[in-house]
């Protein structure tokens, strides 16, 4: 299989992952009202996904032994922020969580540029103007300071630049087996998501009936943070971290979509143009990266 292919199939499982986390706000919401209240839905489908992920995982223990502590501590920080980015949904409208979240195409290319030394296009400079500007137009959409205004667009914001280091990480670090890689980040997720839940939301014990709870925790785990995580840590070493970060944008569009449809979530004008600027420098991102600057060194 030539380079080419294998990019290609990169992009496509990436693009795949981001229209099916752009559904994954209504598990999590459909957990809150069976009775496992703030980030315990999120506890649950990470615990399920580490559960299902295990024997698979521990089945290739000796590359686990052998990987580079830098990234695992990627792959951990990877699922520090999905847990951030899955309980923002419980206190945040879905679109504008997904739209904060989705900044990372911006954090990436300046933590490539300051961080990693990667040389940086004209264009993304251009690009890193607009995200920002873009964000404060979202931020300050009803008269407000430019600031996130409450704890899930808060938890969304840092979740999408903890994700930009993770992907930054994994690029520049030798990769580990994909489902080996989905087990060490649903850890991770899993103990973020516990720590923010005893922080939030103390255990009450479980308000509804267990079984379609458990069930609906399960599914979850087993799809999203199973099957599509594995698949994308597959496909992030194969491609720049900030083309990942644009590919991912289809899950805006789902995410948006379906939360204005299904759950009656609109966003004000302003919020509208600040998202499209957002997106726009996603759009300007991806531009200069063609054959020539198709991976951080060779830019």
Do not use: K
């Amino acid at each position: 299989m030539t380079q080419r292919q294998i990019t290609r199939i990169a992009t496509a499982i990436v693009v795949f992952t981001g229209t099916l986390w752009g559904f994954y706000w209504l598990p999590v919401r459909g957990l809150e009202t069976s009775g496992l209240p703030g980030p315990w839905g999120t506890v649950a489908i990470t615990l399920a996904a580490v559960l299902v992920l295990a024997p698979l995982a521990l089945r290739q223990r000796e590359a686990l032994r052998q990987a580079d502590p830098v990234a695992l501590g990627a792959i951990l920080l990877g699922g520090a922020a999905f847990a951030l980015y899955s309980v923002g949904f419980v206190y945040g409208r879905v679109a504008l969580i997904i739209l904060l979240y989705f900044l990372t195409p911006v954090w990436s290319t300046l933590i490539g540029r300051f961080v990693m030394g990667w040389h940086t296009p004209r264009l993304r400079v251009v690009a890193i103007l607009v995200g920002l500007f873009g964000l404060g137009v979202m931020l300050s959409a009803e008269g407000d300071l430019p600031l996130p205004r409450g704890l899930g667009e808060w938890m969304a914001l840092i979740a999408g630049l903890m994700w930009s280091f993770a992907t930054t990480g994994m690029r520049s670090r030798a990769e580990l087996p994909p489902l080996v890689a989905a087990f060490v980040f649903a850890i991770g997720a899993a103990l973020v998501a516990f720590s923010t839940a005893l922080w939030l939301e103390p255990w009450r014990g479980l308000s509804g009936a267990w079984a379609p709870t458990l069930g609906l925790a399960l599914v979850t785990g087993a799809l999203w943070w199973g099957a599509s995580i594995a698949s994308l840590m597959w496909a992030t070493v194969r491609l720049e971290p900030a083309r990942v970060g644009i590919l991912l944008m289809s899950e805006v569009i789902v995410g948006a979509g379906s939360a204005a449809l299904l759950a009656g979530e609109h966003l004000h004008p302003l919020e509208i143009a600040g998202g499209a600027l957002v997106i726009l420098a996603g759009a300007l991102e991806v531009w200069p990266t063609g054959a020539r600057h198709g991976a951080p060194e060779e830019a």
